[in-house]
C-alpha cells in the first residue's frame, strides 16, 4: 500500500498541477471503489492524501494463540485415581489429612505419631482396663460419639474427636506429647 501512496504523489508532481490532482482524485476513488481499506483525506487545493486504516497490535494478532490453547486443551480424559472414604484409609493417612482443620502444621504429626503410639498402637478397638477406649484412648469411650455415631468402629471419627480434645486441652498434638512424655498419660 505504501508504493501506491507514493505512486499518487509522485504521479501528481509529473502530470502537472490541475492534471495530477485529478489524476490522484481518479485514482483514489479507484481504491475505495475497488472496496479498499485505503481512505482518503481531503487537502484544500492540494491532492487528496490517501492513507491506511489505523491498526493496533491486537488487530494484527490472533485472537486465540493455538499453541497456548492446546497447552490447555487436552482431549485425554482426566486420570482416575482411587478414592477412598477417611474411614477405608490407614489411620495415619487420616490424621495427616485432618491436621489442617485443627489448625494444625503437618510439622505436628511426628508428636501425634508418637503420642498415639503410645496410647493405643493406633488401634481402633484399643481399649483400656480403666475404659479408655480408641485410638485417642478417650476415658470413657463413649466421649467420643460428640464427633460422630460410628465411633467404636471408625478411625476418622475417633481421631477427629482426639484432635479436637488435643486441640482444647493442650493446644497441639506437640504440647500433648510433652505433657505424656512428663506425667505417663494426656
Same mark, same amino acid.
Given at each position: 500500500?505504501?508504493?501506491?501512496?507514493?505512486?499518487?504523489?509522485?504521479?501528481?508532481?509529473?502530470?502537472?498541477?490541475?492534471?495530477?490532482?485529478?489524476?490522484?482524485?481518479?485514482?483514489?476513488?479507484?481504491?475505495?471503489?475497488?472496496? *479498499?481499506? %485505503?481512505?482518503?483525506?481531503?487537502?484544500?487545493?492540494? =491532492?487528496?492524501?490517501?492513507?491506511?486504516?489505523? &491498526? !493496533?497490535? +491486537? #488487530?494484527?494478532?490472533?485472537?486465540?494463540?493455538? *499453541?497456548? %490453547?492446546?497447552?490447555?486443551?487436552?482431549?485425554?480424559? =482426566?486420570?482416575?485415581?482411587?478414592?477412598?472414604? &477417611? !474411614?477405608? +484409609? #490407614?489411620?495415619?493417612?487420616?490424621?495427616?489429612?485432618?491436621?489442617?482443620?485443627?489448625?494444625?502444621?503437618?510439622?505436628?504429626?511426628?508428636?501425634?505419631?508418637?503420642?498415639?503410639?503410645?496410647? +493405643?498402637?493406633?488401634?481402633?478397638?484399643?481399649?483400656?482396663?480403666?475404659?479408655?477406649?480408641?485410638?485417642?484412648?478417650?476415658?470413657?469411650?463413649?466421649?467420643?460419639?460428640?464427633?460422630?455415631?460410628?465411633?467404636?468402629?471408625?478411625?476418622?471419627?475417633?481421631?477427629?474427636?482426639?484432635?479436637?480434645?488435643?486441640?482444647?486441652?493442650?493446644?497441639?498434638?506437640?504440647?500433648?506429647?510433652?505433657?505424656?512424655?512428663?506425667?505417663?498419660?494426656?
Amino acid at each position: 500500500m505504501a508504493l501506491a501512496v507514493t505512486g499518487v504523489s509522485v504521479g501528481a508532481g509529473l502530470l502537472g498541477k490541475d492534471a495530477g490532482a485529478q489524476g490522484a482524485a481518479d485514482l483514489s476513488g479507484s481504491l475505495v471503489a475497488e472496496g *479498499s481499506a %485505503l481512505s482518503t483525506t481531503p487537502t484544500t487545493g492540494a =491532492a487528496p492524501v490517501v492513507r491506511a486504516p489505523e &491498526l !493496533s497490535r +491486537s #488487530d494484527a494478532r490472533p485472537t486465540v494463540d493455538p *499453541s497456548k %490453547l492446546a497447552a490447555v486443551v487436552d482431549d485425554k480424559p =482426566a486420570a482416575i485415581t482411587e478414592s477412598r472414604t &477417611l !474411614s477405608q +484409609s #490407614d489411620p495415619h493417612d487420616i490424621a495427616k489429612a485432618l491436621l489442617g482443620q485443627f489448625g494444625f502444621s503437618s510439622s505436628q504429626y511426628g508428636c501425634l505419631e508418637s503420642l498415639w503410639n503410645r496410647e +493405643s498402637g493406633w488401634n481402633v478397638h484399643a481399649a483400656n482396663p480403666s475404659g479408655a477406649y480408641g485410638i485417642p484412648q478417650a476415658l470413657p469411650g463413649s466421649k467420643m460419639a460428640s464427633a460422630g455415631p460410628d465411633w467404636q468402629n471408625d478411625a476418622a471419627t475417633q481421631i477427629k474427636w482426639g484432635l479436637g480434645y488435643i486441640q482444647d486441652r493442650y493446644g497441639s498434638p506437640c504440647g500433648a506429647w510433652g505433657h505424656s512424655q512428663a506425667t505417663g498419660w494426656y
